[in-house]
């Protein structure tokens, strides 16, 4: 359902059963909620200053080569809104190796 490097990949997928209007059952499926973990296993990196008008998107090219693993950044810092992260100007960063063992 998704690829092996998303943040979803290994989450279980729960189902809901419900009653349409007219009384027929439908299934719901869906991914069970993903937490960020406590302890993300990865060693840091680098320190990065944010700047001005600075892109999460391409602060995660520049470290990891993918844009599409900034919630690995967001694991690290510990943030559950990723543009919270270069909202301010100075702030830094924890760019973290991946933990490959995980998704």
């Not at 060693?43 to 008008?53: C, D, E, K």
């Amino acid at each position: 359902m998704f690829a092996p490097t998303s943040r979803y990949a290994n989450l279980p997928v729960a189902q809901l059963v419900v009653l349409d209007p007219d009384g027929r059952p439908r299934t719901i499926r869906y991914v069970a909620r993903r937490f960020v973990p406590r302890d993300t296993g990865t060693a840091a990196l680098v320190v990065h200053r944010v700047v001005q008008g600075e892109r999460l998107d391409n602060v995660t090219a520049r470290y990891l080569g993918d844009p599409t693993q900034f919630w690995r950044i967001c694991d690290v810092n510990r943030a559950m809104r990723p543009e919270e992260l270069v909202e301010v100007p100075g702030r830094e960063l924890t760019i973290a190796l991946p933990d490959l063992s995980r998704p």
